[in-house]
T-cell receptor, first 115, second 113 residues
Framework: RKEVEQDPGPFNVPEGATVAFNCTYS??????FFWYRQDCRKEPKLLMS???SGNEDGRFTAQLNRASQYISLLIRDSKLSDSATYLC????????????????FGKGTKLSVKP | DGGITQSPKYLFRKEGQNVTLSCEQN?????MYWYRQDPGQGLRLIYY???????QKGDIAEGYSVSREKKESFPLTVTSAQKNPTAFYLC????????????FGPGTRLTVL
């Protein structure tokens, strides 16, 4: 099983649609969770951290289910500017292979929002 | 402005040549990282450094070398031993006091001719 798995997409949606991305992770001891956004041929940028209680930032809502080792990202009222690849990112425990603070990246889910 | 810079943005190399990619940060971050990204693939960790004068191999260190002589700088050398060096190389840094986000530089796109 891959460490972080995501549906590669692409997700093609019309403007205004609601779209949900899912992600599963294999290391049950994982400690921190993030969604990064990567535009074509650019560097990844943090979209939001994911907390156990779930968190929302404007049109974006992230959820974490530790029991199922599952993370989600919901985008409401999608805009053309939301078109990008969304990376699910997990940070293992500090003593996991000596890799304190290292991040494990999923391959990303590509979103294309059409007019 | 604080941030991470990588140079050059595009780099072409002949097979058999070593090449060094630059990464500089003025965020006063302790930890720095090098990743490689291939088309349709996730980021894979090459090397990381938690502190000056110390660095560790990541998942795909073969054919690469690094140094961390200054807190601000973490150059990556792609050696001729790297079998498939054409890729997008990303440098990142992180505040060592927490598990907060990694900040990425704009990347260097290396093409071996």
């Amino acid at each position: 099983r891959k460490e972080v798995e995501q549906d590669p997409g692409p997700f093609n949606v019309p403007e205004g649609a609601t779209v949900a991305f899912n992600c599963t992770y294999s290391n049950s001891a994982s400690q921190s969770f993030f969604w990064y956004r990567q535009d074509c041929r650019k560097e990844p940028k943090l979209l939001m951290s994911v907390y156990s209680s779930g968190n929302e930032d404007g049109r974006f809502t992230a959820q974490l289910n530790r029991a199922s080792q599952y993370i989600s990202l919901l985008i409401r009222d999608s805009k053309l500017s939301d078109s990008a690849t969304y990376l699910c990112v997990v940070s293992p425990l500090a003593n996991y292979g000596g890799s304190q603070g290292n991040l494990i990246f999923g391959k990303g889910t590509k979103l294309s929002v059409k007019p | 402005d604080g941030g991470i810079t990588q140079s050059p943005k595009y780099l072409f190399r002949k097979e058999g040549q070593n090449v060094t990619l630059s990464c500089e940060q003025n965020l006063n971050h302790d930890a720095m990282y090098w990743y490689r990204q291939d088309p349709g693939q996730g980021l894979r960790l090459i090397y990381y450094s938690q502190i000056v004068n110390d660095f560790q191999k990541g998942d795909i260190a073969e054919g690469y070398s690094v140094s961390r002589e200054k807190k601000e700088s973490f150059p990556l050398t792609v050696t001729s031993a790297q079998k498939n060096p054409t890729a997008f190389y990303l440098c990142a840094s992180r505040d060592g006091l927490s598990y907060n986000e990694q900040f990425f530089g704009p990347g260097t796109r290396l093409t071996v001719l």
